[in-house]
């Protein structure tokens, strides 16, 4: 999860405890401006409201957009006159989604995102399996689901 990630990392960085390999940017080029930049990310990402969507309601969110987009677009009037005020939960909302399965749920939709797009990379939507080549280092992009393990034996 990139939120536990981030504050983890900025974390054991501000507080000296991390190693050069975990975070490059911090040994190698330090700044007051960087160290600035990440106590206050840190204090924002602690107090930030977190949701986790699944890919339904990430999709879901996405085709929202796309719609309030397009009638935006249609009546030459930004997006927020249609809106209108939006509340959020709290001062920093942080939300994180699969962003691989959002990209198949746009392409599969035609979303007008993906319209100069060709057909996403390996999903447990396809009956194609991955590349070869993508095949071969999968394990160090992401955990893989069981529908993508059958897929990759079968390489």
Same mark, same amino acid.
């Given at each position: 999860?990139?939120?536990?990630?981030?504050?983890?990392?900025?974390?054991?960085?501000? @507080?000296?405890?991390?190693?050069?390999?975990?975070?490059?940017? %911090?040994?190698?080029?330090?700044?007051?401006?960087?160290?600035?930049?990440? *106590?206050?990310?840190?204090?924002?990402?602690?107090?930030?409201?977190?949701?986790?969507?699944?890919?339904?309601?990430?999709?879901?969110?996405?085709?929202?957009?796309?719609?309030?987009?397009?009638?935006?677009?249609?009546a030459?009037?930004? @997006?927020? @006159?249609?809106?209108?005020? *939006?509340?959020?939960?709290?001062?920093?909302? %942080? *939300?994180?989604?699969?962003?691989?399965?959002?990209? *198949?749920?746009?392409?599969?939709?035609?979303?007008?995102?993906?319209?100069?797009?060709?057909?996403? %990379?390996?999903?447990?939507?396809?009956?194609?399996p991955?590349?070869?080549?993508?095949?071969?280092?999968?394990?160090?992009?992401?955990?893989?689901?069981?529908?993508?393990?059958?897929?990759t034996?079968?390489?």
């Amino acid at each position: 999860m990139l939120y536990k990630s981030l504050i983890s990392l900025y974390g054991s960085s501000l @507080a000296g405890k991390s190693a050069p390999k975990d975070d490059l940017i %911090w040994h190698f080029t330090p700044s007051d401006d960087l160290r600035q930049f990440r *106590v206050y990310a840190l204090d924002a990402l602690q107090q930030a409201k977190v949701f986790l969507l699944d890919h339904l309601a990430a999709a879901y969110t996405d085709t929202l957009h796309d719609a309030v987009s397009k009638q935006a677009e249609e009546a030459g009037v930004p @997006a927020m @006159a249609i809106l209108g005020e *939006v509340k959020l939960p709290a001062p920093v909302v %942080w *939300v994180e989604f699969d962003d691989r399965e959002l990209g *198949v749920a746009r392409f599969e939709r035609a979303s007008p995102v993906t319209r100069h797009d060709e057909k996403p %990379w390996p999903s447990a939507h396809y009956d194609v399996p991955p590349p070869r080549e993508f095949a071969s280092r999968r394990s160090d992009l992401c955990a893989p689901r069981q529908a993508d393990t059958d897929k990759t034996a079968e390489l």
